[in-house]
């Protein structure tokens, strides 16, 4: 596509990211139109959360409310979140149970495949008033969205060009979903906080994986985690995905945490309640931590045994809504469900963890004026695109950039 936008990327290439590309509203419709409304997948909800035929929840494309419903017959179908007459949110709750939905303004209802079924005084009053006699309710069906469903995660896309979500996310990304996505799950819980930050600054807060050690004191206080622990990151061949994931705290001493002047070096910390990081390796593969991204704006986390989605909606130029949805597996016992229950401490908007990844975007969106002819430097880990067996790198960040350039034509 033609670049509309009058914005040159630095000649560095994917090493430096333009700083008004998180600030200037031209973009941010773009990015709708090119990236959102168009050959991507995006997260809906959980076949957990549309259990029985009939259930429907309220979603987001990027910024776009939707639908995702489990019809009569138990297919899964998605449309806009608009009625067809005057515009009006028809599911304004997180989601219902029944055989339609009606608009609580002129109550004209739909079905759950988003086909207008009625509309309220139609004939008119004593055959006065009401729509012209050609009026066509089948011509004002709501704008459907393609729906594909990948262990129990409910993805859907405006653009027919997409290709399958299996093909789009590649054979190790997808391996990764199904690592964590194993079995039947049930939701937890929900969180939901607002970030005064443009939605690209936490899409790149989860990609990048080596400021885990510098923000996250408790990570390291702790021993959580570390950069000195074997792990990586995977790169899916479009770059747009990502996995980044740590073993089991068993590192060596390292000279780069021994001299180095961390905010977490105390060693002699402790935990009152050490029980909040006690857990099993139920996955059998040593791995504590992976942080799965699929662009543009999913998360699937697993943290020693919390699971979580994330599912990033943007708000505007500097505001963004990230949804956390927990997990447990549906055959979990009492004593999993309190593991998973206290680890979940560990993650959401006041986590022990992910507390300061809430404040951080802020203060870099504060930052932004005066550098509208700025650039911020993305060469952790070299000046390409790929997987590393190493996460004191930006590859991710480096690869998301290589996918939204594409998309965006800049």
Not at 36 to 62: H, I, K, M, Q, T
Not at 373 to 380: F, N, W
Request: hydrophobic share 35%; charged share 25%; net charge neutral.
């Amino acid at each position: 596509m033609r670049n509309t936008l009058d914005l040159a990327w630095p000649r560095e290439g994917l090493t430096r990211v333009p700083y008004p590309l998180y600030s200037r509203a031209d973009v941010y419709d773009e990015e709708r139109r090119r990236i959102f409304l168009g050959p991507v997948w995006s997260f809906l909800c959980l076949e957990a959360e549309l259990a029985n035929p009939g259930d429907y929840r309220a979603s987001f494309v990027g910024d776009v409310p939707v639908v995702v419903a489990r019809d009569l017959d138990g297919s899964l179908h998605a449309f806009e979140n608009r009625c067809a007459h005057r515009g009006a949110l028809l599911c304004f709750k997180r989601g219902g149970h029944g055989r339609e939905i009606s608009c609580v303004y002129h109550n004209w209802t739909y079905d759950l495949r988003g086909n207008l079924t009625g509309v309220t005084f139609q004939r008119g009053i004593n055959r006065k008033g009401g729509m012209p006699p050609d009026f066509d309710r089948a011509a004002h069906a709501l704008r459907r969205l393609r729906v594909e469903s990948l262990a129990g995660i409910v993805f859907g896309t405006f653009d027919e060009a997409t290709p399958p979500v299996e093909a789009y996310l590649g054979p190790e990304i997808t391996q990764r979903i199904r690592r964590v996505m194993r079995k039947p799950v049930k939701v937890l819980g929900y969180n939901s906080q607002i970030l005064p930050n443009n939605w690209k600054i936490y899409v790149e807060n989860n990609k990048d994986s080596y400021h885990a050690s510098l923000l996250h004191a408790f990570f390291t206080t702790f021993r959580v985690n570390r950069l000195s622990q074997e792990g990586g990151i995977i790169v899916d061949d479009s770059g747009g995905h990502h996995v980044s994931y740590s073993k089991r705290a068993t590192d060596k001493p390292s000279a780069e945490y021994d001299s180095a002047d961390l905010r977490a070096k105390r060693e002699d910390y402790r935990l009152a309640d050490p029980s909040i990081l006690a857990g099993t390796d139920e996955f059998g593969d040593g791995i504590t931590l992976q942080i799965l991204t699929v662009f543009p704006a999913f998360v699937v986390q697993q943290i020693q045994n919390s699971l979580a989605v994330r599912q990033i909606v943007p708000r505007g130029v500097g505001e963004t809504e990230l949804l956390w949805t927990y997990l447990g597996y549906a055959d979990d016992d009492a004593a999993m469900l309190t593991i998973r229950q206290k680890q979940s401490n560990l993650v959401g908007p006041g986590g022990y963890i992910s507390m300061e990844d809430g404040a951080v975007g802020g203060f870099i969106q504060r930052a932004l004026p005066g550098a509208e002819d700025d650039a911020s430097i993305v060469q952790m880990g070299g000046n390409g695109v790929g997987s590393q067996d190493t996460r004191a790198t930006e590859t991710a960040v480096r690869g998301f950039w290589q996918v939204y350039r594409r998309h965006m034509g800049i």
